[in-house]
T-cell receptor, first 115, second 114 residues
Framework: AQTVTQSQPEMSVQEAETVTLSCTYD???????LFWYKQPPSRQMILVIR??????QNATENRFSVNFQKAAKSFSLKISDSQLGDAAMYFC????????????FGKGTHLIIQP | DTAVSQTPKYLVTQMGNDKSIKCEQN?????MYWYKQDSKKFLKIMFS???????INETVPNRFSPKSPDKAHLNLHINSLELGDSAVYFC?????????????FGPGTRLTVT
């Protein structure tokens, strides 16, 4: 079974600084997708960024970027110019390609933004 | 317009009762899901439903059953509620079952069993 590990239960960063959230996963498959979801206090799940395993180029969405290291099975999220609205739980997730299955989530990292 | 909606948002009930949570999506998606988020915020897939094909996570008790009256709805029925069923339940949908398609989540239903 696939597993996703987020080793940082909580992270804190000063506003406008950069923070990196870690994620590792375990799989023997080659066709899969990785995601970062944000869950603010409103509890709504919001997709932040997505990475296809077959793509070598790291995904980027505005201030959010990933460092995808396929051989190391690592998928970290970098948030640049942190803003107060970035404060939330961040979940790393994995999904196997080609099957009708759900997301496998990590346990989450609580990100605190210090003003 | 709300893409994925759930009713109710909060549900408080007693052990042993039977309850349902409704989910509707207006995105025209073919695949819907139910996730459970426990008190430690851990999210776990319960069901995937696509074109009448149901994939069940083997850890889900058979007291839980999804029912889809049509493509836009996937309701969750829970029989004989237990204290451990207290959690936030999220419905989600995606255009198709392939992993390339983004899953859109509903706002969640917080279930409290007393």
């Amino acid at each position: 079974a696939q597993t996703v590990t987020q080793s940082q239960p909580e992270m804190s960063v000063q506003e406008a600084e950069t923070v990196t959230l870690s994620c590792t996963y375990d799989t023997s498959e080659s066709d899969y997708y990785l995601f970062w979801y944000k869950q603010p206090p409103s509890r709504q799940m919001i997709l932040v960024i997505r990475q296809e395993a077959y793509k070598q180029q790291n995904a980027t969405e505005n201030r959010f970027s990933v460092n995808f290291q396929k051989a190391a099975k690592s998928f970290s999220l970098k948030i640049s110019d942190s803003q107060l609205g970035d404060a939330a739980m961040y979940f790393c997730a994995y999904r196997l390609g080609g099957v009708a299955d759900g997301l496998t989530f990590g346990k989450g990292t609580h990100l605190i933004i210090q003003p | 317009d709300t893409a994925v909606s759930q009713t109710p948002k909060y549900l408080v009930t007693q052990m042993g009762n039977d309850k349902s949570i409704k989910c509707e999506q207006n995105l025209g998606h073919d695949t819907m899901y139910w996730y459970k988020q426990d008190s430690k915020k851990f999210l776990k897939i319960m069901f995937s439903y696509n074109n009448k094909e149901l994939i069940i996570n083997e850890t889900v008790p058979n007291r839980f059953s999804p029912k889809s009256p049509d493509k836009a709805h996937l309701n969750l029925h829970i029989n004989s509620l237990e204290l451990g069923d207290s959690a936030v339940y999220f419905c989600a949908s995606s255009q198709d079952s392939d992993a390339i398609y983004e899953q859109y989540f509903g706002p969640g239903t917080r279930l409290t069993v007393t």
